[in-house]
């Protein structure tokens, strides 16, 4: 395990985690303790068809950086990015609902459903793949299609309480090596609310391979791990959230993966795609932000070239 920080993840071939792991793992509990890790890390639960290279990078990273809580949650940054884009002159149209993208004449249509069209000569979809291809007229037999008919959607069971106070001070972090559980205190590293409830989350991951079939027993079992940790904590509760599946990302680099999605479509100018899904050997937050500097590139290099301007720069 500790020689994870320097392995060259570069050399290690195209195979699943599970490969990768019932090779150079032995020890059975060790092999154990790293899929926890591997779930966490990831947030995906899928050992036999994730891409061994990019779970092992996704590690390093964590290893080498460590793990950001943020103040207020992640909407902050959120917030403070939609900010930085109003002053650098960006336009957002909210509650602006697509209908439909058509490529015509090298300029792209955007339909609304108020029957309000735009045009642009670029335009970056950052939906599902699924929503991308009803969406994006003819895609048919394109790349995007591909992309979706290979996407695997990831979702987990997620409880998130909020506690007058921790009733064991000493358990903040767990990780299931029999199941696929993991619980955190996140108000540990980060301020998650205003009168200084304590907030903690508790996670089943759900594997996508399998079938779902006891979907209405999990809150019962994510309760059960909260009472193992923290006896008679429904004392404590001021609020609490149960999702019984909530999508964690629309896809992830794994063995099926025919090719990797996007930036760009080929044979369809000037359309882009990006999100968590439209990663190369990206996860997550990380696959996000690296497809759409992918495509933003990809814009701004075509456009040099063409001495063009892409229509007002507006996020819809």
Request: with cysteine.
């Amino acid at each position: 395990m500790i020689h994870l920080g320097n392995l060259d993840v570069g050399k290690v071939p195209k195979i699943s985690l599970t490969t990768w792991a019932e090779n150079e793992i032995k020890d059975p509990m060790v092999r154990n303790i790293f899929y926890a890790l591997c779930r966490t890390t990831t947030y995906t639960y899928a050992p036999t068809i994730q891409l061994a290279s990019s779970v092992l990078k996704q590690i390093q990273l964590s290893m080498k950086e460590g793990v950001l809580y943020v103040d207020g949650g992640w909407e902050t940054i959120i917030t403070n990015l939609r900010g930085i884009a109003n002053t650098s002159g960006v336009q957002f149209l909210a509650k602006k609902h697509v209908l439909k993208i058509e490529h015509c004449e090298g300029k792209q249509r955007i339909h609304c459903f108020d029957d309000e069209v735009f045009e642009a000569g670029a335009v970056i979809v950052t939906t599902p793949p699924k929503e991308a291809c009803k969406i994006i007229k003819g895609t048919e037999g394109t790349s995007l299609q591909k992309w979706s008919e290979q996407s695997i959607q990831v979702t987990v069971a997620a409880l998130d309480i909020g506690l007058k106070q921790l009733p064991n001070p000493l358990h903040h972090f767990a990780l299931g090596l029999d199941q696929p559980i993991f619980f955190t205190n996140q108000s540990r590293a980060a301020k998650l609310s205003e009168d200084g409830s304590i907030v903690v989350s508790l996670i089943k991951y759900h594997n996508p391979v399998l079938e779902l079939n006891h979907i209405q027993e999990e809150k019962e079992q994510l309760e059960n791990m909260m009472e193992l940790l923290h006896p008679n904590w429904k004392r404590e509760v001021v609020a609490q959230q149960y999702l019984p599946k909530i999508t964690v990302v629309y896809d992830f680099p794994h063995i099926d993966r025919v090719e990797k999605p996007g930036p760009n479509i080929p044979g369809m100018p000037g359309v882009y795609v990006a999100g968590d899904w439209a990663g190369h050997d990206e996860i997550l937050a990380d696959a996000a932000v690296a497809s759409g500097k992918r495509a933003a590139l990809h814009i701004l290099k075509q456009s040099e070239s063409e001495a063009v301007h892409h229509g007002n720069g507006a996020i819809i």
